[in-house]
């Protein structure tokens, strides 16, 4: 199963909006509504902030939004802070019953 | 609180094998699928397996069928990796993961590495 695309990097201005896109196939991320984003920041365990393509747990703040479109889904953070420097990964249930991961973003908040 | 806490890793060779232990505490463990995932240094994230919550039905990722086992002990609340015939791009932090909805995963534990060298 290929790993979703990511660009590497991403960066922003405090108070800014960043998009990450992630592109799947019609296999996974355009087969269904199940893509999630997580928040890692290094040495750590990931976070979820974003599941079944645009809702958000509890706790996580409004600033992120996400959305798909065919094959591709957007996590949107808005109101850049210091504090969303740290890497992003989405993820996709695929048609193989498995999970597959993008090879993972690099938020920079300069 | 919701706490999953991973051990068993460390350094094996080649060849070798391991098993590791997610201990979970902070919700009904027997009413959720788990699984396993890992993330190699400086590399992203798979999804390595999963199981039901009863144990009956489980699923691996390609690359570990016929050498990695996952399996589940309800009336103590843990999760399992078995890993056997252990290679070098086993290398990994493991990390054991609660499911939600069936489709993500809301809990992480902290990870536990696993190296694979001689």
């Known amino acids: 199963q290929s790993a979703l695309t990511q660009p590497a990097s991403v960066s922003g201005s405090p108070g800014q909006s960043i998009t990450i896109s992630c592109t799947g196939t019609s296999s996974d991320i355009g087969g269904y509504d199940y893509v999630s984003w997580y928040q890692q920041y290094p040495g750590k365990a990931p976070k979820l902030m974003i599941y079944d393509v645009s809702k958000r747990p509890s706790g996580v703040s409004n600033r992120f939004s996400a959305s798909k479109s065919g094959n591709t889904a957007s996590l949107t953070i808005s109101g850049l802070q210091a504090e969303d420097e740290a890497d992003y990964y989405c993820s996709s249930y695929t048609s193989r019953i498995t999970w597959v991961f993008g090879g993972g973003t690099t938020l920079s908040v300069l | 609180e919701v706490q999953l806490v991973e051990s068993g890793g460390g350094l094996v060779q080649p060849g070798g094998s391991l098993t590791l232990s997610c201990a979970a505490s902070?919700?009904?463990?027997?009413?959720?699928?788990m699984s396993w995932l890992r993330q190699a240094p400086g590399k992203g994230l798979e999804w390595v397996a999963n199981?039901?919550?009863?144990?009956?039905?489980?699923y691996h990722v390609d690359s570990v069928k016929g050498r990695f086992t996952i399996f589940r002990d309800n009336a103590d609340n843990s999760l399992y990796l078995k890993m056997n015939s252990l290679r070098g791009e086993d290398t990994a932090v493991y990390y054991c993961?609660?499911?939600?909805?069936?489709?993500?995963?809301?809990?992480w534990g902290q990870g536990n590495l696993v190296t694979v060298s001689s």
């Open positions: 902070g919700f009904i463990f027997s009413d959720y699928w």
């Open positions: 199981i039901n919550p009863d144990g009956s039905d489980r």
């Open positions: 993961a609660r499911h939600f909805g069936g489709d993500t995963f809301d809990s």
